[in-house]
């Protein structure tokens, strides 16, 4: 949350971490788009976690009103929300991450 306010890119924050300040890992979240992580270089730290829906190419509100969830009753829209899900999952897994 702190990298989305206050540097331009994700690949920014993760070159010059904020204040000289040395982290074990970093989390990413639902403030991270697929543009963002194409334009950076992940392999520069450790990542702690992947909290779902990321990457998320629409707001959460935009997610909230499509009911784009995996506890939605209707079918497709749940099938919309496990597809976030997994891809989360994924890029959790792609990262390395222990949760």
Not at 9 to 26: I, K, M, R, Y
Request: charge should be negative.
């Amino acid at each position: 949350m702190y990298a989305i306010n206050t540097f331009p890119a994700l690949d920014e924050f993760l070159s010059n971490l904020p204040g000289g300040q040395v982290f074990a890992c970093v989390e990413l979240n639902h403030k991270i788009t697929s543009a963002m992580l194409e334009e950076a270089n992940l392999s520069r730290c450790q990542f702690s976690s992947v909290h779902e829906p990321c990457p998320a190419d629409i707001s959460e509100d935009e997610l909230k009103k499509s009911d784009w969830l995996i506890s939605s009753t209707d079918e497709a829209c749940r099938a919309e929300g496990v597809k976030a899900m997994k891809r989360s999952i994924d890029l959790a897994y792609k990262l390395g991450t222990r949760q």
